[in-house]
Each structure stands twice: as structure tokens, then as C-alpha cells.
């Protein structure tokens, strides 16, 4: 875009750089919004008492789809955009689509009841990793060229390279505080809780079918 054209689209008439626009709604507006529904969900989790229903299974599936979504934005916040982590986005993109269907299956299932604000709740979490995904492939057009021609010509094509401008310490920071705060913790929580309440489901089960035994023993034994 040229800059008369950005000085058109500006309401106050100063001149507009669309990548940069554009990479801080990524780094500032769209990553960290997506720890409010994560949270959200997690709320609704809670709230339906995952740990009594669907159990430890769908905390675990909770748990692989942070790390399908995770690990490419680790990478994109380290490393250069180039066809090997296009492929890795688009790749984890498309494997948490597949474990979003498994998710909502394994809860419905179950004797979870999943709500509509849920529901909801998950069109924003499928629907980020996309647009995510799409703002970076129109910032690196050249990048998924090259991943079209099979990243021929390009020595560094299918190798990590260090971002040439790496992000401060400080945002990288606070990224990891909020990973932490708002996805480790609550999901972690999630998962021990189901832990524990699985455990003391068959730990109770396992006595009622001890009792059982003893119940019927003794009344075999009377019979005699």
C-alpha cells in the first residue's frame, strides 16, 4: 500500500504502515485476547463439574490442545515465519480443529452437559487460531510462495531462523506470565482435580465391591 493510499484509510490523516499495524493486533490485541475465553472455558468446566462427568479423558484432551495451539505461537514469537513454521502453524492449526470435534464429542458423551454459552465460548478459541494464522500469511506472502514451490531456492526454508528483530524481554515476559497465569494454573488445576476425584471414584467403588463380597459371604455362610 502506498502512502497516499494509507494516508486515505486514516482518520486523522497520518500515514498508516500496514505490516506494523497489523503485527501489533497480533502481539498486542489478538494473542492476549485469547486468555479470556481459555479462562472463560475453563469457568464452564468447572461449572458443569468436569471432574464427575467426562473426567480426566477431556482434561487431558484440554490439555493437548494447548500444546497443538502452544508450541506454534512459542515458535512464531522466536523464530522467523518461513515454510518449515507455516507448516507447523497450518499443520497445528488443522490437528486442534480435528481434537476441538474430539473434545466436544467426548463431553456431549458424557454426562456433561454442555451449554450454549460453551459452545459459544469454543467458536472463539477454533475460530483465533485462524485468524491468527491468516493476518501472519498475508504479512509473509512471500513465505507461503515459497512454500507452495516447495521452499526451492531458499536455503532457510525448512530451518529455524532466529527472528532478525526479536521481541523484548519485557513482552516475552509478560506472555509467559499470562501462558502461566491464565492457561498453566487454571488447566493444571482442571486436570489434578479430575485426577483425584477419578481416584476416589474407584477407590470407592472398589470398597463397595469389597462389601458386596463380604455381604454375600455372610449370607452364604448363614445358609449352611
Same mark, same amino acid.
Given at each position: 500500500?502506498?502512502?497516499?493510499?494509507?494516508?486515505?484509510?486514516?482518520?486523522?490523516?497520518?500515514?498508516?504502515?500496514?505490516?506494523?499495524?497489523?503485527?501489533?493486533?497480533?502481539?498486542?490485541?489478538?494473542?492476549?485476547?485469547?486468555?479470556?475465553?481459555?479462562?472463560?472455558?475453563?469457568?464452564?468446566?468447572?461449572?458443569?463439574?468436569?471432574?464427575?462427568?467426562?473426567?480426566?479423558?477431556?482434561?487431558?484432551?484440554? @490439555? #493437548?490442545?494447548?500444546?497443538?495451539? !502452544?508450541? =506454534?505461537? +512459542?515458535?512464531? /514469537?522466536?523464530?522467523?515465519?518461513? *515454510? $518449515?513454521?507455516?507448516?507447523?502453524?497450518?499443520?497445528?492449526?488443522?490437528?486442534?480443529?480435528?481434537?476441538?470435534?474430539?473434545?466436544?464429542?467426548?463431553?456431549?458423551?458424557?454426562?456433561?452437559?454442555?451449554?450454549?454459552?460453551?459452545?459459544?465460548?469454543?467458536?472463539?478459541?477454533?475460530?483465533?487460531?485462524?485468524?491468527?494464522?491468516?493476518?501472519?500469511?498475508?504479512?509473509?506472502?512471500?513465505?507461503?510462495? @515459497? #512454500?507452495?514451490?516447495?521452499?526451492? !531456492?531458499? =536455503?532457510? +526454508?525448512?530451518? /529455524?531462523?532466529?527472528?532478525?528483530? *526479536? $521481541?523484548?524481554?519485557?513482552?516475552?515476559?509478560?506472555?509467559?506470565?499470562?501462558?502461566?497465569?491464565?492457561?498453566?494454573?487454571?488447566?493444571?488445576?482442571?486436570?489434578?482435580?479430575?485426577?483425584?476425584?477419578?481416584?476416589?471414584?474407584?477407590?470407592?467403588?472398589?470398597?463397595?465391591?469389597?462389601?458386596?463380597?463380604?455381604?454375600?459371604?455372610?449370607?452364604?455362610?448363614?445358609?449352611?
Amino acid at each position: 500500500m502506498s502512502t497516499d493510499q494509507a494516508k486515505e484509510i486514516s482518520a486523522t490523516g497520518v500515514t498508516v504502515d500496514v505490516g506494523d499495524a497489523t503485527t501489533r493486533y497480533l502481539l498486542y490485541g489478538l494473542l492476549p485476547s485469547w486468555f479470556v475465553p481459555g479462562v472463560a472455558d475453563w469457568v464452564m468446566h468447572r461449572r458443569t463439574r468436569i471432574e464427575e462427568t467426562a473426567g480426566t479423558k477431556e482434561s487431558l484432551i484440554h @490439555s #493437548l490442545m494447548m500444546a497443538e495451539v !502452544g508450541i =506454534p505461537i +512459542a515458535l512464531t /514469537l522466536r523464530y522467523e515465519v518461513n *515454510p $518449515l513454521l507455516l507448516s507447523v502453524q497450518l499443520g497445528g492449526a488443522a490437528v486442534h480443529e480435528a481434537t476441538a470435534l474430539w473434545d466436544v464429542r467426548t463431553a456431549v458423551e458424557s454426562a456433561r452437559e454442555v451449554k450454549p454459552i460453551e459452545q459459544h465460548i469454543h467458536s472463539f478459541l477454533e475460530s483465533l487460531p485462524f485468524g491468527a494464522l491468516a493476518s501472519l500469511m498475508c504479512l509473509h506472502a512471500d513465505q507461503v510462495k @515459497s #512454500l507452495l514451490r516447495g521452499g526451492r !531456492g531458499d =536455503p532457510d +526454508a525448512w530451518r /529455524l531462523v532466529p527472528r532478525r528483530r *526479536p $521481541l523484548s524481554r519485557g513482552y516475552l515476559a509478560g506472555i509467559a506470565a499470562a501462558i502461566g497465569t491464565c492457561v498453566l494454573l487454571p488447566y493444571g488445576e482442571e486436570l489434578l482435580r479430575c485426577v483425584r476425584t477419578g481416584r476416589r471414584n474407584r477407590k470407592n467403588e472398589k470398597n463397595a465391591r469389597g462389601d458386596a463380597a463380604r455381604r454375600c459371604a455372610a449370607r452364604s455362610g448363614k445358609g449352611r
